[in-house]
């Protein structure tokens, strides 16, 4: 009998590795660093000829038969007469089962080894123990074997070989959990391989399936659930990727990660005040949350609460927990401060840039293409559009003219700006090209500026940009605030202009427009607006395209 026990379980291999794992690394550390010590010290403590001192060849080996004698009786007496219990052993390694197949084997030992051995310290057993999800049910650890050579194909990235291992083994085992969701992540890998929406939306059915099946690990649960939310996310599918999360949260009431997920969820379908109830909820159970706090913050910064917003943002992005790093927070957190003249703003802005959020202080856009000539003010020459400059200043009054026609508020044609962006005042636009798609009623009211514009793709083409006019009232002030994108600049045509009063600084230089003339700024540097004069001052904006810009980039950026 004591022969099986020894054999049960693996307990021999698991003795040994037990040996290997908590006894190597001590072992390995003394041994390894004390025998060549040990070497010095006997050639040190011997004599020259080698026999005063130390054992002759005769009674050296005698000494080991006797030595060797005793070990091989005292491994007799350990298996027949049942001296070490495996079974409390394996007891005692199960905290190191770290890939979640219920016992100890090669790869535990490796994260035993990789951790030291320092197995004292009740946190760190903690970290070991949770090293990996546990994602074997029992009957799925009866074919880890199987299961474990159809996902070795998939981690070596041999996704066809893999999707029909994993196939093969639902259709054997169609209640096996993880034989369905390696199945899953095979057609998430080929979705994204062969870059088709149709694989990845079976992906996120078959994520589904998972968490449907009987007996399913918690942990497989969540992975599945969670990652069929991303994939629905990924394809626009925002309501669904919210039933998903809200069912995740049903399902582990207690993790206030899998909320913290659902709070996003809300910000992507626009709903802020579920949102911020949600993230209330996570922040009165676990107060110094940093991912609750900073989107918490976020979204009182939307609501206006420029004050309030402020120490739920620095807290959170202090915090260091994951999903904080973001430039969005050091974006708004900046922003709040100078709202509330708070000079340590630029002391968050240059954070934001160290972390590589920002190319500069001054130029805090976030969607960017690297490597782009990057400045606040350009000339018309440095662009390359001289011929788009010089039709605009050549038919001003034209544009100024069909420009004032609309501006007759009882037809609603001049929108509120509505980004909040301004301090005080009175700001409208009337917006002829959107994300570089023509509005064609809008072009009804300036037929001529519209006709005039189709000439030239750089901006009518821009995605990432608009053709408007602005109109701006006495007693406005813009915040100081950055454009989405460096991969645009803004052209300003003067139209109707008081003489004081009106200026724009963009970075650390201001100037003043003029009628009939165009000004060119990089608006992914900070600029602000102020409108002190006594009447309306009226301009042209005409985005267009980054002249370093390839044709294949302007073809394929996504629209902002």
């Given at each position: 009998m004591a022969p099986r026990k020894n054999a049960k379980g693996g307990g021999s291999s698991s003795s040994s590795s037990s040996g290997s794992g908590s006894g190597s690394t001590s072992a390995g550390s003394s041994g390894g660093s004390s025998s060549p010590g040990a070497r010095r010290e006997t050639k040190h403590g011997g004599h020259k000829n080698g026999r005063k001192g130390g054992l002759s060849g005769s009674s050296f080996f005698t000494w080991f038969m006797v030595i060797a004698l005793l070990g091989v009786w005292t491994s007799v007496a350990v298996v027949w007469f049942d001296l070490v219990d495996y079974e409390e052993v394996l007891g005692k390694l199960g905290v190191y089962d770290a890939d979640g197949d219920g016992d100890f084997d090669v790869d535990d030992a490796k994260v035993l080894l990789e951790t030291g051995g320092k197995t004292s310290d009740p946190e760190q057993k903690e970290k070991v123990k949770k090293k990996k999800p546990k994602l074997l049910n029992k009957f799925d650890k009866t074919i880890k074997a199987e299961l474990g050579a159809a996902e070795k194909l998939r981690k070596r990235g041999k996704i066809e070989e893999a999707m029909k291992a994993f196939e093969e083994l639902v259709r054997k085992y169609p209640n096996s959990p993880r034989a369905r969701y390696g199945k899953a992540q095979c057609e998430d890998d080929l979705a994204e391989k062969r870059r088709s929406n149709e694989v990845l939306r079976g992906a996120i059915e078959t994520y589904q399936e998972v968490a449907s099946l009987p007996?399913?690990?918690?942990?497989?649960?969540?992975?599945?659930?969670?990652?069929?939310?991303?994939?629905?996310?990924?394809?626009?599918?925002?309501?669904?990727?919210?039933?998903?999360?809200?069912?995740?949260?049903?399902?582990?009431?207690?993790?206030?990660?899998?909320?913290?997920?659902?709070?996003?969820?809300?910000?992507?379908?626009?709903?802020?005040?579920?949102?911020?109830?949600?993230?209330?909820?996570?922040?009165?159970?676990?107060?110094?949350?940093?991912?609750?706090?900073?989107?918490?913050?976020?979204?009182?910064?939307?609501?206006?609460?420029?004050?309030?917003?402020?120490?739920?943002?620095?807290?959170?992005?202090?915090?260091?927990?994951?999903?904080?790093?973001?430039?969005?927070?050091?974006?708004?957190?900046?922003?709040?401060?100078?709202?509330?003249?708070?000079?340590?703003?630029?002391?968050?802005?240059?954070?934001?840039?160290?972390?590589?959020?920002?190319?500069?202080?001054?130029?805090?856009?976030?969607?960017?293409?690297?490597?782009?000539?990057?400045?606040?003010?350009?000339?018309?020459?440095?662009?390359?559009?001289?011929?788009?400059?010089?039709?605009?200043?050549?038919?001003?009054?034209?544009?100024?003219?069909?420009?004032?026609?609309?501006?007759?508020k009882a037809r609603g044609l001049f929108l509120p700006e509505d980004e909040n962006l301004r301090e005080k005042g009175d700001w409208s636009q009337f917006t002829l090209w959107q994300q570089g798609r023509k509005n064609e009623n809008a072009c009804k009211g300036a037929p001529k500026t519209c006709a005039l514009l189709e000439k030239f793709p750089e901006t009518t083409g821009c995605r990432r940009g608009q053709i408007k006019y602005s109109v701006m009232h006495p007693g406005t002030h813009v915040w100081p605030h950055t454009g989405p994108t460096n991969c645009r600049l803004r052209m300003h045509l003067g139209l109707v202009i008081p003489k004081e009063g009106c200026k724009i600084r963009c970075a650390g230089e201001t100037k003043t427009w003029e009628e009939g003339k165009v000004l060119i700024f990089d608006d992914s540097f900070e600029h602000e607006v102020w409108q002190d004069a006594s009447s309306f001052r009226l301009i042209f904006i005409v985005d267009v395209w980054h002249p370093e810009l390839t044709p294949q980039q302007r073809r394929t950026l996504p629209a902002i």
């Open positions: 007996d399913v690990p918690a942990d497989l649960v969540k992975l599945s659930l969670k990652r069929r939310s991303d994939r629905q996310q990924f394809l626009g599918h925002m309501r669904g990727s919210l039933l998903t999360l809200q069912r995740l949260v049903h399902l582990f009431p207690s993790d206030t990660s899998l909320k913290n997920d659902l709070g996003v969820g809300y910000l992507l379908m626009g709903d802020n005040d579920s949102a911020k109830k949600v993230y209330e909820e996570v922040l009165s159970v676990t107060p110094n949350d940093g991912f609750a706090k900073v989107h918490y913050g976020f979204i009182l910064k939307a609501q206006n609460k420029i004050a309030e917003s402020i120490p739920y943002l620095k807290d959170g992005i202090e915090s260091g927990d994951p999903g904080t790093d973001d430039g969005r927070f050091y974006f708004h957190l900046g922003d709040a401060m100078q709202r509330v003249g708070d000079k340590e703003a630029y002391k968050w802005y240059e954070r934001g840039h160290e972390r590589g959020h920002f190319a500069s202080v001054w130029q805090r856009s976030l969607y960017n293409v690297k490597g782009l000539k990057a400045q606040p003010w350009w000339t018309a020459k440095e662009t390359g559009y001289t011929d788009l400059v010089k039709s605009l200043e050549r038919n001003w009054k034209l544009i100024r003219d069909e420009g004032l026609a609309v501006m007759d």
